[in-house]
């Protein structure tokens, strides 16, 4: 049974990265360092801005009205003649300035496809800006720095050549290539000091699986930290763990194995017993209370070896519909309704490498509890067998229903835990012990399979999806 497939949501990768970064404490960490690194920035950019423009322009305001009135004088060194465009021309050259010259005489700017300041006043006295002057110092104009006067009537202007600027974006691809690469390098740095969390997550997993084989590597930058520490008592509890669980297995599987030279011996001298009139009765219950503790025993062993990763799968190809009449075949002998269990079978079924043996338990107790549990039913129970998946590995998918009263839904998660009973007061012939489902379930997961359960409206439906793929 095959669920169908969502459409992806628009916006799916926002709403993934979103979530990557609220679950990610790395990807947190390089952005709390780069709201931090911005800020900073913009302060240090603006208190400088602020110190520079509250102090040391005024102090700077003689010194350049007085380097201003050298150039006016080094232009026009003859207060009786014109300004010399050469002497503005070398100027040029050898500085960062623009030169415009506006009078009787002359007319001549160094730089013609330039912009005029934003203090020039035209002939009716507007500014180029409209009003938007640059202040230098306590609200003097730049008008009064950089605009000089001749005798002659003549007047020389002087501002910052824009076109010595020009590589201004260049550094700012620096910058932000700068940038980018300290980003790298804290994303680098971060993901080496959290990596430990990685290791101690993987662990953690393994331990959650019941795999106590392989400590959490203790992975630390410059010796144990908190990390480390972390990791080191994880390890001692997984060990914990593990000696307890070993010790409860230990202690079952003696218990079991105990327990079967007496039971033996017990049935050994129930057959023995004269079967007269008187004694027949007590003499056929027990023996088939015996079978029963045996049966359970057998049961108890065998969740022992796949739960405790024993379990050595002798995989051979195996024909599940034949096993599937074989064990009904069988269980006509304790269940006279077995003969009526409804068997479809697909003709196309594949042929997978399975374990007839554990196989052989799953189709039996999946269906001694179909029909423990639909005894009064109209309708007996179903087993179902069909292919699914591609053609070129196609996958069994074997479904079991009954048509009993089913089971509440609060109570379908526990269905496969051991020793599970939807009503604690029933006998074992009434409902057994609890380790039928939670047998099936751990036999198809040795197979790397997957087992469900759902309420098929009257009854219950335990699907099991067994792979093509090796155990």
Known sequence: MTAATTPRPKGWSWRRAK????????????????LLAAAMTFVFITGAQKAFSLGWRE????????????????ISPDTHSPPSVARAQAITLRLPLTIDIAGP???????????????????????????????????????????????????????INDDVFERRPRLVGY????????????????????????AIGEGARRFGAGDFSQPIPQRCLHGPDELGEL??????????????????????????????????RARLNTELLPETADTAPQRDALLRDLQEMASLITDLLESERLAGRHAALQCEPVDLAALAREVLADLQTRHAGAANVRLHADPLLPTLALDPARMRLLLRNLLDNALRHSATAPQPPELHLQAT????????????????????????????????????????????????????KLVVQAHGGTLTLRNAMPGLAVTVLLTARAP
């Not at 980003?183 to 990596?195: I, K, N």
């Open 175 to 198: 910058a932000l290539t700068a940038l980018l690469l300290l980003t790298l390098l804290a994303w680098l740095y971060v993901r080496r000091l959290l990596r430990p969390l990685d």
């Open 389 to 440: 998946g591609p053609h070129s590995a196609p996958d069994i998918e074997l479904t079991v229903r009954d048509h009993g009263p089913g089971v509440p839904e609060d109570q379908l998660p526990h269905l496969t835990e051991p020793f599970f009973r939807l009503d604690t007061a029933r006998t074992r012939a009434q409902g057994g012990v609890g380790l039928g489902l939670h047998l099936c």
């Open 105 to 159: 005489t002359v007319n001549w700017r160094s730089h013609p496809g330039q912009k005029r300041p934003g203090w020039h006043r035209d002939d009716t006295g507007q500014t180029a800006a409209d009003g938007q002057r640059e202040r230098w110092g306590e609200g003097k104009g730049l008008e009064a720095l950089l605009r000089r006067t001749t005798a002659d009537g003549h007047t020389i202007e002087f501002s």
């Open 59 to 74: 102090a700077a305001r003689p010194l350049l009205m007085d380097y201003v009135d050298h150039l006016a004088a080094d």
């Open 231 to 264: 990791a080191a008592t994880l390890n001692t509890m997984g060990d914990d763990i593990r000696q307890m669980l070993d010790a409860k297995r230990a202690l079952l599987l003696a218990i079991s194995h105990e327990l079967r030279s007496p039971l033996t």
């Open 19 to 34: 979530h990557r970064l609220a679950h990610s404490i790395k990807l947190r960490m390089v952005m709390v360092f780069l």
